[in-house]
């Protein structure tokens, strides 16, 4: 079993810089947990951690039970992938892989059982007799991957591993290793910047900002129930749109008013929004809950609301269009088939039953 534990973990450089702040984060055994975040979260702090590759300034880490703040990076029986490859470049892809499992003694028809097993796996059993220079960029990766297969580990741990390919390969790559999970069934920690990565990779995602963990659980979870502002705008391409405003009653019903329009609010959010009439909120919308009111089978009078087109991106299957209330610039992912005007004005209509609200003090999500 391998199961990862971090418990009040925390890491500080020098006196003041503290670069993960009290964590804790429970990975069960065979489950894809990503750690997703903006350059400097500490991210790659706690994978280091794991690791063993850092030492934890606080707080236990255990692995398959195991505390091993004390034992050293070689014994914790995990393998590392890193971003830059980290291969031999006068050695062939085989050796590279059998490297580790030579230097600890294993014989060697074991060695080659393991390495052309891993290849298989991988789809690289043609590419062993060549050198680094001679592989693409994805290629090096399967091998870096490879030499990882090859221990036989406890758990993989991923550092950020497609961040130097192009976008097709990253693609590609993500693809493979989602296959390479559900064939293994290994313990897997993945490091990105990248939030499509996470949700596409990860049975859980764990998303962190100054070094503490915002919200963790499954991507879907995350995407429709963000614990705050922060996780909102973060998860999710393009991002969730944000609208300063305030919660007003009339007749019995409650708005959200913006200042240039309002719009209702349906009433199984009236329980935790009825404590903010009068008082500033902040309101969400993803961009995919906005629709073309000629588009929309559920446009209302009450979620209408008027907006001139600024610019318009052609994405192939959609358009992408930054529309202007007046007081805010927001996004709405529509059809390619809709493309206004540039200056136009355009009535959208909002989705109010997917609509998220959040504590202009706190960031915290009400709704």
Do not use: W
Not at 38 to 55: D, Q
Not at 112 to 118: C, L, Q, T
Not at 156 to 166: A, G, H, I, K, V
Not at 301 to 328: F, Q, W
């Amino acid at each position: 079993m391998a199961q990862i534990s971090l418990r009040d973990v925390k890491k500080v450089y020098g006196h003041k810089v503290t670069a993960v702040d009290n964590i804790n984060l429970g990975i069960e055994n065979k489950e894809f947990v990503v750690l997703v975040g903006p350059s400097g979260c500490g991210k790659s702090t706690t994978l280091r951690m794991i690791a063993g590759l850092e030492e934890a300034s606080e707080g236990k880490i255990y692995i398959a039970d195991r505390l091993v703040n004390n034992v050293p990076a070689k014994d914790r029986n995990i393998a590392m992938v890193f971003q830059n490859y980290a291969l031999y470049p006068h050695m062939r892809a085989y050796e590279n892989m059998a490297f580790a499992l030579k230097l600890r003694g294993y014989p060697k028809p074991e060695v080659d059982k393991r390495v052309k097993e891993a290849a298989e796996i991988l789809g690289i059993t043609r590419l062993l007799q060549r050198r680094p220079k001679e592989l693409s960029g994805g290629e090096r990766q399967r091998v870096a991957v490879g030499r990882a297969i090859v221990r036989k580990p406890l758990a993989f741990l991923f550092d950020e591993p497609l961040s130097n390919l192009d976008a097709k390969m990253r693609v590609q790559m993500r693809t493979e290793l989602h296959k390479l999970h559900l064939k293994i069934q290994t313990t897997m920690v993945y490091v990105t910047h990248d939030q499509v990565e996470a949700m596409t990779l990860g049975d859980k995602i764990a998303v962190m900002k100054d070094g503490k963990i915002q919200q963790f659980g499954a991507p879907l979870n995350v995407y429709n129930k963000p614990a705050n502002k922060f996780v909102g705008g973060f998860i999710g391409s393009p991002p969730m749109n944000f609208m300063d405003g305030e919660i007003m009653a009339k007749n019995n019903d409650l708005y959200f008013a913006e200042g240039n329009f309002r719009i209702k609010i349906p009433k199984e959010k009236y329980l935790k929004l009825k404590s903010y009439t009068g008082k500033k909120i902040i309101f969400g919308v993803r961009p995919e809950c906005i629709y073309d009111k000629l588009f929309a089978s559920m446009a209302t009078p009450d979620n209408t609301v008027r907006a001139s087109c600024e610019v318009i991106e052609t994405m192939g299957a959609e358009n992408h269009l930054y529309l202007s209330t007046g007081k805010h610039t927001i996004v709405a992912v529509v059809d390619a088939s809709n493309k206004p005007l540039i200056g136009s004005v355009l009535e959208v209509v909002f989705d109010m039953q997917k609509s998220l609200f959040f504590d202009p003090a706190t960031e915290k999500s009400i709704v």
